[in-house]
T-cell receptor, first 115, second 113 residues
Framework: AQSVTQLGSHVSVSEGALVLLRCNYS??????LFWYVQYPNQGLQLLLKYTSAATLVKGINGFEAEFKKSETSFHLTKPSAHMSDAAEYFC?????????????FGTGTRLTIIP | NAGVTQTPKFRVLKTGQSMTLLCAQD?????MYWYRQDPGMGLRLIHYSVGEGTTAKGEVPDGYNVSRLKKQNFLLGLESAAPSQTSVYFC????????????FGPGTRLTVL
């Protein structure tokens, strides 16, 4: 079984400031980890994913995340926030074992950008 | 390509009514999924399918049924709607499992009175 915990349901940062969205996972097998973004009234869109290759993963729109096994974390960062980054962000986990098709989502973090 | 499409976009039902939500994808994906999204709870998997003619239960399957008669379509049915089924429903698809990206539809907002 696997699960993810997103710390902070709401995060506010100033335009140009660092964005840090936290995600911790629990998995009984080596995990595959994902970050998705949801803009208002839209479906989810993949930002980036970790699939056991490089631990530092770069995604779209300047976002990146680092897989840290010792800390069971997969935090999402962006050096400089832009107004267009305002959205809800979801961390998700899936087990890497055969037959595991289920993606388990966290409860989401709503990111607000302050002008 | 249209990607993943969902029909309808909005629907209001009375308690006890039935309806079917349609999901269609034109990417030749094997896997399809139905999720519901509720405030503060993220997305929860209702049912999924790993291929034409196959379906499986997810995390919250009670009160829903699904069918995958054609590879490109995945139907979600509510036989007797309840207010607890008021939610936003998302369909997704992926080529295979595990490392593959899931592509999401725009969602269906359902209200049950």
């Amino acid at each position: 079984a696997q699960s993810v915990t997103q710390l902070g349901s709401h995060v506010s940062v100033s335009e140009g400031a660092l964005v840090l969205l936290r995600c911790n996972y629990s998995s009984s097998v080596p995990p595959y980890l994902f970050w998705y973004v949801q803009y208002p009234n839209q479906g989810l869109q993949l930002l980036l994913k970790y699939t056991s290759a490089a631990t530092l993963v770069k995604g779209i729109n300047g976002f990146e995340a680092e897989f840290k096994k010792s800390e069971t974390s997969f935090h999402l960062t962006k050096p400089s926030a832009h107004m267009s980054d305002a959205a809800e962000y979801f961390c998700a986990v899936r087990g890497s074992n055969f037959g595991n098709e289920k993606l388990t989502f966290g409860t989401g973090t709503r990111l607000t950008i302050i002008p | 390509n249209a990607g993943v499409t969902q029909t309808p976009k909005f629907r209001v039902l009375k308690t006890g009514q039935s309806m079917t939500l349609l999901c269609a994808q034109d990417m030749n994906h094997e896997y399809m999924y139905w999720y519901r999204q509720d405030p503060g709870m993220g997305l929860r998997l209702i049912h999924y399918s790993v291929g034409e003619g196959t379906t499986a239960k997810g995390e919250v399957p009670d009160g829903y049924n699904v069918s995958r008669l054609k590879k490109q379509n995945f139907l979600l049915g509510l036989e007797s709607a309840a207010p607890s089924q008021t939610s936003v429903y998302f369909c997704a698809s992926s080529y295979t499992r595990s490392t593959d990206t899931q592509y999401f539809g725009p969602g269906t907002r359902l209200t049950v009175l």
